[in-house]
Each structure stands twice: as structure tokens, then as C-alpha cells.
Nanobody
């Protein structure tokens, strides 16, 4: 049974930093691309960062480039999201997710290519 468990998040002032973690079990973690998503109130879910199964390829949405970093530790089955220079518009529920298939030879292009999702973590940035 696959489980994806997130930790971190919370309330921070604008300009501050937070780190989210996401640990997956029940699958061979180092075979799967992972992604971070977020959904703000009244908005659609946005895919913001992806990292390939080996860590060699990444995708960054324009909205987070230069401020957020995705990384993974395959030995710990854990995905990380380091968020710096946070802005009020970063306020959202953040989710991590696993790719649907192992060893994909490209980064996912649509959200439907991810299947196992974390429980979500609230990040609130005050101005």
C-alpha cells in the first residue's frame, strides 16, 4: 500500500522561508518522478516543481523560479521543497505526488500523470 506523508508548512511572514518534506512508502521511491503542487482558495491546482526519478531533470513554474527549490533524498525516500522569499500570493495548500509510472523518460506534462498524493499542507504567508 502506497503512502505519501507530508510535513512542514505553517504561518510565516513575507520574505521568510519554509521547508516542506514528503515521504513516500510502499513503492520504490528512486524509480518515480515526484512533484509539488499547490492550490490557493478559489484557484485551480498548480504544478509548481517536478524532479525526475534520478534527480537530473527538474521543472520550475515561473511563479516560483529563483525562490523555491525541489530536491530529493532517495536513500530516505523523501522529497523536499525549500521555499525562500515567500510572498502572500504563495499562500495555498501544498501537495506532493508521485508519478504514475516508474522510470518515465521525460517529466510529466499533465497532472493526471501523477497518482499518489500527500495529504496537503497549509502554507500561509502574511504581509
Amino acid at each position: 500500500q502506497v503512502q505519501v506523508v507530508q510535513s512542514g508548512g505553517g504561518l510565516v511572514q513575507a520574505g521568510g522561508s519554509l521547508r516542506l518534506s514528503c515521504t513516500a512508502s510502499g513503492l520504490t521511491f528512486n524509480r518515480y518522478t515526484m512533484g509539488w503542487f499547490r492550490q490557493a482558495p478559489g484557484k485551480e491546482r498548480e504544478g509548481i516543481l517536478y524532479i525526475s526519478w534520478g534527480g537530473g531533470s527538474t521543472y520550475y513554474a515561473d511563479s516560483v523560479k529563483g525562490r523555491f527549490t525541489i530536491s530529493r533524498d532517495n536513500a530516505k525516500n523523501t522529497l523536499y521543497l525549500q521555499m525562500n522569499s515567500l510572498k502572500p500570493e504563495d499562500t495555498a495548500i501544498y501537495y506532493c505526488a508521485t508519478d504514475r509510472i516508474p522510470w518515465r523518460n521525460r517529466l510529466p506534462m499533465v497532472h493526471e500523470e501523477f497518482n499518489y498524493w500527500g495529504q496537503g499542507t497549509q502554507v500561509t504567508v502574511s504581509s
